[in-house]
């Protein structure tokens, strides 16, 4: 009977594919084919079935994740796309809040809608905020939008109208003309991509959907057909924005959910590990060719939202981005990977990323044509990466352009020696990195103090230790196959899936039970629809939260609510649920006012075993060195003799004395001056500044 399962991960430079058989996990990667991402998938499972000697029969599960719609969305690449409104409505996808994001840059970028004005279309209808028909739906103007949509070539399209997250029949009737009238379009419902108030943020999201689904749909056909002419019959699932896996068919109408996809994976990870090592406080840092994600873990659960913001036309500004209200695992993204690139400005600073060499030409070391000096490059003159030994031996880097690249974008113009120019970059991108996880934890209230750093990813072991010093934080993880580690998350991830309805409640005046019990029992089955699709059988476990606020302020707060069925009595206890939220943000309650309640969620997902916790570690054992290796010294400012460690000779309970080096396959860990690092019981390596 097939047990194996097959993870595959396409991120901007590699492309990392993990299996998990009877016999343990096996890992590789191979280089993202950015003009067909498929193209790499399928090199990377060729591999890796060579590498493992199993057969297409053998495997249960694909499970997929990719940043395929991420990209199109950044680079105006996807469908021509049209939008169908509410007559009168057709500029709110471009008005959006009527804010200005940069108060003070009067040459500020909006992003561009990804909807040309020509392209958005009134029809005569109206909805009111309870679901009432106020002006019916005028078939007339509905036939001139058809003519329209087909006299300018659309290939998809977003219906998104006043007040349909309360009554969908108007969107839905829509559809079904248009089903009929056009049946190749693809046709997205603001009523389903995202069934919330606040017309704007719906819109974006269901515009966002749209305009991705063509592009997503053939991907994700193709890469189904070529699975099964390669032998594999078994479920292809897809690594959803907010950490659980969803069937085909499902990620096929509702491609938006996938723009996270790949590092919700890592998150997903980094939350089993916390459970498996008994963490309560943890910092997922995964750090790969192109960008670098940092997620707050508290208990085993990283933190959740509903908004995110995606193609921003400024990276790190909040509010310069096209914003979708899906459910994602939050976490801070910057673009300091091992391939973002290095300059000098006017002022003699030193500048990383956001840009990024990716895998096409990649870094200068790799000797593909590329000539810009990126943080790989650094990496590779400081002697953490050795250039014969990358990737598994499978790429061969070239010292020689890496310090070439160095020089001419950093040496030159600082007058720095190589070895010079190359720690400066790696200090401002992790201190770019150090500053980004600070910001971060104080916007949610959190503290870096006496967290664990799990580090994973193709370069985050290289820089985890001096990030962790930058940080204050003591002591440091770094897992099994780290330099795949979303690939191996996706293979910890429940099937799961999260559905949402607005319904405005005032808990004091208008709160009806019956109402609410009804509507997740809605919410229930049509979560429960899509979970069986993926894993049909298994035991589901529902998690219900609500979005409330006190009445007149703009913005909620969520939190988890209690099982049903609901009473009359339950009013009383929402009321102080939603008070220990608020205090736990704000330090305090408002007392006296009302509490209105805007949103209710439902997550469904297949009930998983919690990790085993780790035994305790052996006794410890001086390992022999397999070689020495040129690092470089911060505190001593030139390069030493280091001893080379590879971990797959290192048993548990094996010790090491920084400054070291522990090299793998794909990813190499930096024990820095003053860290001890030890193998655990499960193999992990747990680095600590204090004496073990």
Known sequence: MAQARLAADIGGTFTDIAIEAEDGLSTCKVLTTPEAPEEGVFNGIQRALEDTGLAPADFALIIHGTTLATNAIIEHKGARTAMI????????????YENRFEQYDIYMDKPPPLVPRALRFGVTERMDARGNVLIPLDEASLGRVVESLKREAVESVAVALMNSYAAPRHERLIA????????????SLSSEVSPEIREYDRWS?????AYVQPLMSSYLGRLDEKLAEMGFNCPLCLMTSGGGLAALETVRRFPIRLVESGPAGGAILAARLAGECGLDRVLSFDMGGTTAKICLIDDGEPQHSRTFEVARQYRFMKGSGIPLRIPVIEMIEIGAGGGSIASVDSLARIHVGPESAGAEPGPACYDRGGTSATVTDADIVLGRIDPDSFAGGTMRLSLEKARNAIDKAVGVPLKLSSLDAAFGLSEIVEENMANAARVHAVERGKELDGRTLIAFGGAAPVHAARLARTLGIDQVLVPTAAGVGSAVGFLRAPVAYEVVRSLYTLLDEGFDPDALNALYADLRKEAEDIVAAAAPGVELLETRTADMRYRGQGHEISFNLPPGPYDASTRDRFSELFGSAYEASYARRIPDVEIEALNWTLRLAARQEPPAPCPDAPADVEPEAASLRKLFDPEEGSMRDVPVYR???????????????????ETTTVVLSGFIARINALGYIVMSKKTI
Do not use: M, Q
């Open 647 to 665: 971990r797959g000779d290192l048993v548990p309970g094996a010790k090491i004395r920084g400054p070291a080096i522990i090299s793998e396959d």
């Open 205 to 209: 999201t269901a515009v966002a959907n």
């Open 85 to 96: 409104v509410t007559e009168g409505f057709r500029d709110t996808i471009e008005i959006a």
């Open 176 to 187: 079904d003309h248009l089903s009929s009238a056009l049946p190749d379009l693809s046709v």
